[in-house]
C-alpha cells in the first residue's frame, strides 16, 4: 500500500485530544508469515489511556528482533497474551520516542507535552512482587508492543506512566528511539545479573546486533575487555570501534554450530572447531571469558559452556537459532559454571542504563533511518541478518535530525553495506 507520509507526520487535533482513528501497522494471526507479508497498514481506532496510563503520539520508533518473532507467529503466537484477545490484533513495536498527549486518571509524574522514551516492561500495580521483589518477577509482566497490542508502529500508542523516561536532548527522535529495549536488556544481562567488574574478559555472540552493539559499549565502560564474534570483517570494524579488543568472524568456525541430531563422529568434528575456538578467545583475551554473553541459542550454547572459564557464568537472553539446547552438562558441573536466565529490565534499571545515555557514555547505534512506510522491509532485514546495530522508523517526525534540543555526541551511525 502507497503511504503519504505526510499524513502520519501531522495529526488534525490538539494535545491533550485523540483522533477517532489512526494509521498504524499492524499483524493478524491469518498473515501469520515473513514480516513482508505479515505486517499491513490499517485504520485503527485510538484507545483512551486508563488508570495510571499515558497515550504518546509517536515521533520514532525502533525496529526489534521480537516483532519478527510475532510475524513468524512462531515460537508461539503473540495473540494468545496480555490485551491481543480484546482486541484481535497486534501493533508491534517495543520501542519509541515521542510526546506525551494524553494522561489518565492518578498520572502525576508525566503531563501532556513532555518529550519521552518508552521502556517496553509492563506489569500490574497491584502485584505484590512490583512492590517488593521486580516488576520482571511479577505474574503480570509482559512485554508492550509484543505481548500486548498498541505497540510504536502507530501514530499513537498507549502505555503505562511507569514505562515513561525522559528523551535524551542531545538526541534526535530517531536516535532516542532506537536503543531501549536491547540497550536495558544487555545492561540487566551484565550489570545486574553477572555483577560485570572493571578486569573480567567477556565473549559476546552477534556483538554487532542490536544486543551486542550495547554490550560491547557496557564492557568498554565498565573496563572489562571483550571480544566480539561477528559474520564480516565490516561488522568486525564496528565491533573495536565500540571498544571491543577484537572480533572473530565465526565463519573461520563453522563447523562449531550445532544443529542437532549429530552423529557421535559428526559431534567429534564439531568439538574439535569448538576447542579451537575457545583457543582462540583465550588467545585474545588472554584467559578464557569469565562471562559469555548468549542469545544465539542452539547453535552456539554447547560452545558457550565450554569457552566459558571455570567458575564462569553464561547469561542468556533468547535462542534465535533455536531453544531446544543440547550441550554436555559436565562441562558445566566439573568446572561448576554458571547458566542464568535473563529478560529485558525493570524500570530502575532502565532509569540508571538511560542516563549513561543522556550523558553520552553508552551511544546509540543506528544503521538506518527508514520512513512509516518501512516497517515491513525493516523486519524483513532483520529477519535475513542484513542489518548492523538499530534501524529506526520515522513516525511524528518528518524527517531526520529533529527533536535534538542539546548538544552532545549523537548516536554512533554504522555504515556497512547489507
Ligand atoms: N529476552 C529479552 O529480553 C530479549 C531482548 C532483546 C532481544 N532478545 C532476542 O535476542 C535475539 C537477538 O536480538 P538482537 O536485537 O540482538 O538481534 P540482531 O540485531 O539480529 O542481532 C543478533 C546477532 O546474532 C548473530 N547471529 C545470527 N545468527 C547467528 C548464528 N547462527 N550464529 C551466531 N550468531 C548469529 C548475528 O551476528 P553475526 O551474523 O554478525 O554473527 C546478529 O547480528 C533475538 O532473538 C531477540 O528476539 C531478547
Not at 514480516?35 to 486508563?50: L, N, R, S, T, W
Not at 495473540?79 to 520501542?95: A, L, N, T
Not at 564439531?270 to 554473553?293: H, M, N, Q, W, Y
Request: proline share 4%; with cysteine.
Amino acid at each position: 500500500m502507497a503511504i503519504d507520509t505526510q499524513q502520519i507526520s501531522e495529526v488534525s487535533v490538539q494535545p491533550g485530544e485523540l483522533p477517532e482513528r489512526m494509521t498504524a501497522w499492524v499483524i493478524r494471526e491469518d498473515r501469520f508469515g515473513e514480516p513482508k507479508d505479515a505486517f499491513e497498514i490499517e485504520h485503527i481506532e485510538v484507545p483512551e489511556p486508563g488508570a495510571l496510563e499515558v497515550i504518546v503520539r509517536v515521533m520514532a520508533a525502533g525496529v526489534n528482533y521480537n516483532n519478527v518473532w510475532a510475524a513468524l507467529g512462531k515460537p508461539v503466537s503473540v495473540m494468545r497474551y496480555g490485551d491481543h484477545p480484546e482486541y484481535g490484533h497486534h501493533i508491534g513495536g517495543s520501542d519509541a520516542s515521542g510526546i506525551v498527549w494524553k494522561v489518565g486518571p492518578g498520572v502525576t509524574r508525566w503531563k501532556v507535552g513532555d518529550e519521552v522514551v518508552v521502556h517496553c516492561n509492563q506489569a500490574s500495580y497491584e502485584d505484590p512482587e512490583v512492590h517488593g521483589l521486580d516488576p520482571m518477577a511479577a505474574p503480570s509482566q509482559r512485554i508492550w508492543g509484543y505481548e500486548t497490542t498498541w505497540g510504536s508502529f502507530a501514530q499513537f500508542t498507549k502505555v503505562q506512566a511507569q514505562q515513561l523516561l525522559p528523551k535524551p536532548a542531545a538526541l534526535t527522535w530517531e536516535e532516542a528511539a532506537s536503543y531501549g529495549l536491547v540497550y536495558f536488556t544487555a545492561y540487566r544481562m551484565l550489570l545486574t545479573r553477572c555483577n560485570l567488574q572493571a578486569g573480567q574478559k567477556v565473549l559476546i555472540w552477534g556483538a554487532a546486533g542490536g544486543l551486542g552493539v550495547f554490550a560491547t559499549q557496557l564492557c568498554a565502560l565498565a573496563g572489562a575487555e571483550c571480544v566480539g564474534v561477528v559474520s564480516s570483517a565490516e561488522k568486525g570494524e564496528l565491533v573495536k570501534r565500540l571498544g571491543a579488543v577484537d572480533y572473530i568472524d565465526r565463519g573461520e568456525f563453522a563447523g562449531m554450530m550445532k544443529k542437532g541430531g549429530e552423529s557421535e563422529d559428526e559431534e567429534n568434528a564439531r568439538f574439535k572447531v569448538t576447542r579451537a575456538f575457545a583457543k582462540r578467545v583465550k588467545e585474545i583475551l588472554g584467559d578464557s571469558p569469565d562471562i559469555v554473553f548468549e542469545h544465539v541459542g542452539k547453535a552456539t550454547f554447547p560452545t558457550s559452556v565450554f569457552t566459558v572459564k571455570t567458575f564462569g557464568k553464561v547469561v542468556i537472553c533468547a535462542g534465535t537459532t533455536g531453544i531446544d539446547v543440547d550441550f554436555n552438562v559436565a562441562y558445566l558441573w566439573m568446572r561448576q559454571k554458571e547458566i542464568i536466565g535473563s529478560h529485558f529490565a525493570n524500570a530502575y534499571e532502565c532509569t540508571k542504563a538511560n542516563e549513561l545515555i543522556d550523558s553520552g557514555q553508552i551511544r546509540p547505534v543506528l544503521w538506518r533511518t527508514l520512513g512509516f512506510d518501512g516497517v515491513a522491509e525493516a523486519h524483513q532485514l532483520m529477519l535475513e541478518n542484513k542489518h548492523l546495530g538499530k534501524i529506526s522508523i520515522l513516525v511524528g517526525a518528518e524527517s531526520e535530525g529533529l527533536g535534538k534540543t542539546a548538544e552532545g555526541p549523537g548516536a554512533i551511525y554504522a555504515e556497512v553495506g547489507g
